[in-house]
């Protein structure tokens, strides 16, 4: 009789210890692979895993059911991964219930449909986050203006934008760059796709083209863009029927006083800019503090600031980190002048040394956006021509998880953002 007890007892405690979750540690010592951690929880809502977003809770880890194909899929990709028992799983949620600790645990529901704008032909730079979602194992979709202007952004959820001048001037390089081949053919081949698309000039085509991605973003799209394509979208928008662009750019001058006629009211993030007129200088507006700020690249560091996981998810999601204080990187547009920042827009991240910010994000309509500055994270001043950065070496990389928690909080379940 006790021995059938004693048996009884073992069984019930072997149940109790049991494997049942798999947590993928995001903090800086125990993560080998921090941006290859997020494409396993993309795989895992891909396949219909639940998944949570532990945000704040050791670097802002991720919680996954055990399985047999996770573990596997987690060695085969290189990502840390601790396994914990029903008990251990309770205590930890338990820990993060606690109003005295600012931490959250967020459902992610399903994985999200990606669409990266970005040209079909090969480009002269590479584009962080085409490189990272690759690196990262997370499918995407590439898409350009056809795609757009043909309304197909209604099958994805989250829209990224390559380094891309909306504004109908190639990027500002007319002066560097006017005679390379590279340059001329882009400038061809963008003539010929609005000509093809039923305009006259390749500005209108860009404006059509960003008023078609802001009417994504007010349905309840989620945008996310970098470098250029951050002020030249929302110059693009400001401009709206008014002709910015030089002889060089569109065969006709600029119309006179244009600057005065700009909408601040249709753009998303910024306010009151004022144009750089002169085609030969490498600078949409003064949004940019590339040519204002005199940083050091050993000091050139931005701050994540600290919100409350329990009452701003959202912002808190899109800071998750292993360290509050990422390096900075050059861009054609490096960062934003605080000042010209819209009043309803969240900075998440400043430079302490000239109050820049790097790292912005706000709603539109039913939607959501996110500007950062800067090209690449690992490349401080990545140049026209470089070779891409080899993520493999910079696989626990703060600036790039930035960009992939912008990939994966559209999945999470929605919580109203209080801040």
């Known amino acids: 009789m006790n021995k059938s007890f004693v048996c009884i007892f073992i069984f019930l405690l072997s149940l109790s210890v049991k494997a049942s979750f798999i947590l993928l540690p995001m903090d800086e010592t125990t993560q080998q692979n921090h941006l290859k951690a997020y494409g396993i929880t993309y795989w895992c809502l891909s396949k219909d895993y639940k998944a949570s977003w532990l945000l704040n809770y050791r670097g802002g880890s991720f919680l996954l059911p055990d399985a047999e194909e996770i573990r596997k899929e987690c060695k085969i990709r290189g990502v840390s ?35 990266v704008y970005t040209p079909k032909g090969k480009q002269p730079w590479d584009d962080a986050v085409t490189l990272v979602l ?26 990224h934008l390559h380094h891309e001048d909306f504004t109908g001037q190639y990027g500002k390089f007319y002066a560097a760059y006017k005679n390379t081949p590279w340059y001329i053919d882009q400038k061809k081949d ?13 500005s209108q085509e860009k404006n059509a083209v960003a008023k078609k991605i802001r009417d994504f973003v007010i349905g309840g799209g989620f945008m996310f863009a970098m470098c250029s394509a951050t002020d030249s979208f929302d110059i693009s928008l400001a401009a709206d029927g008014v002709d910015i662009c030089e002889t060089m750019f569109d065969g006709d001058p600029s119309e006179s006083n244009y600057q005065s006629k700009l909408n601040y009211n249709n753009s998303f993030a910024f306010k009151n800019f004022t144009l750089e007129r002169k085609p030969e200088v490498y600078e949409f507006s003064d949004i940019d503090m590339t040519t204002k700020r005199r940083v050091p690249m050993e000091k050139d560091y931005f701050t994540l600031m600290e919100f409350s996981a329990k009452w701003d998810p959202i912002p808190s999601m899109l800071c998750q980190n292993h360290t509050q204080l990422v390096k900075g990187f050059m861009g054609q547009t490096t960062s934003f002048d ?23 994000h706000g709603e539109k309509g039913k939607g959501m956006f996110t500007f950062f500055g800067g090209h690449d994270p690992e490349d401080f001043q990545h140049q026209v021509g470089d070779p891409p950065t080899v993520l493999d070496l910079h696989a626990n990389s703060p600036g790039y998880r930035l960009i992939l928690n912008n990939v994966l909080f559209p999945a999470a379940r929605k919580k109203k953002l209080k801040t």
């Open 134 to 159: 690759t690196y990262a194992e997370i499918p995407f979709t590439p898409i350009y203006d056809e795609e757009v202007l043909s309304d197909q952004l209604l099958l994805y959820d989250w829209l």
């Open 338 to 360: 605080t000042s010209l920042i819209k009043s309803n827009v969240l900075v998440m991240g400043t430079c302490e040394l000239n109050g820049e910010s790097r790292y912005i």
């Open 81 to 115: 991964f601790e396994i914990i028992s029903d008990a251990e799983e309770a205590s930890i949620l338990n820990e993060i219930s606690s109003p005295s600790q600012n931490m959250e645990s967020v459902i992610l529901e399903k994985a999200p449909k990606i669409a």
């Open 190 to 202: 963008s003539e010929a796709l609005a000509a093809k698309l039923g305009y006259s000039k390749v």
